[in-house]
């Protein structure tokens, strides 16, 4: 972990705003660039991040700093979502029936840009969200499947299994289709 | 390098060039201003969860503090009316102090 962060996770600790804001300012996008990737939607990867954050400050005092600041917010963000979506169960039938695409806005934003997709991303996204989450983490940003499994809570064994799922099933999709 | 090698390797490619141009979207949406409302948002949050522990805190303190005064008094009324001075008197001050907090301020 960067000493500075270090420096500042202590002074946000003893209640100093300027601190914590400092730390905000620092790790927002980085946690809402990895909601965007799982959520594809910029409103919800906004309620979460800021929830992740809200719950970091509260518990800043349980970071024993033996993992990165981001790594501890990635964990905390990927339970949030979890907890949200097994609260959106009720609405399983209905999710099911839509495939899970970009938002609107999204949209108009890629579009605006020139943004192309290609046909895997789209195979990627209609996963379950306890598939995809790893096979994230795993291959974008480099963690280990024991890493992941501490930040998911659950077995290595099981993150690696579930990785190994989905890509298999991404590729099994995109042969059907071709 | 197998055909399956190659198909993953790419499938891999695809998928982290695609996770780029969600960073590039990203980037564009979070701005300095919209940082700022989140920042007091949080710090507002905060201070609201911070009171709410500090007057469960105080509650259970005054709760213990006149069970162990009834106990050494070996008084049963003794508890029922420091309790009852207790719950009339606490709002009561906590009322006044509110009130000149905002007399204070505006």
């Known amino acids: ?178 | 390098m197998s055909e399956q090698d190659k198909d993953h390797r790419q499938l891999v490619q695809s998928l982290k060039a695609d996770w780029e141009k969600l960073n590039q979207i990203g980037d564009e949406w979070v701005d300095a201003a919209y940082l700022e409302r989140q920042i007091q948002q949080a710090q507002k949050e905060k201070q609201r969860a911070m009171k709410k522990e500090f007057y469960l805190f105080l509650v259970s303190s005054v709760f213990i503090m006149i069970a162990t005064i009834a106990v050494i008094l070996q008084s049963f009324h003794a508890f029922v009316i420091i309790q009852c001075v207790t719950l009339v008197g606490a709002p009561l001050i906590l009322f006044l102090l509110n009130k000149r907090k905002k007399k204070v301020t505006s």
């Open chain 1, 1 to 178: 972990m960067e000493e500075d962060d270090w420096i500042l996770i202590e002074r946000a600790m003893q209640g100093e705003e300027e601190a914590f804001s400092m730390l905000y300012k620092r790790y927002y996008s980085f946690l809402f660039n990895y909601l965007l990737k799982l959520t594809l939607d910029e409103q919800i990867s906004a309620d979460i991040s800021q929830d992740t954050m809200l719950k970091a400050y509260l518990r800043l005092h349980t970071f024993r700093g033996d993992s990165k600041f981001s790594t501890w917010l990635i964990s905390i963000a990927s339970r949030v979502y979890v907890d949200k979506k097994r609260k959106e169960k009720r609405d399983i039938n209905l999710m099911k029936q839509m495939k899970v695409i970009l938002s609107r806005q999204l949209k108009w934003k890629s579009d605006q840009l020139q943004m192309e997709w290609s046909d895997y991303f789209a195979e990627f996204n209609q996963l379950e969200t306890s598939i995809k989450m790893p096979i994230l983490l795993h291959y974008y940003y480099g963690y280990t499947y024991e890493e992941i499994g501490e930040m998911l809570k659950v077995k290595a064994g099981t993150v690696k299994s579930r990785v190994h799922y989905g890509i298999k099933n991404v590729r099994k999709e995109m042969n059907r289709i071709e």
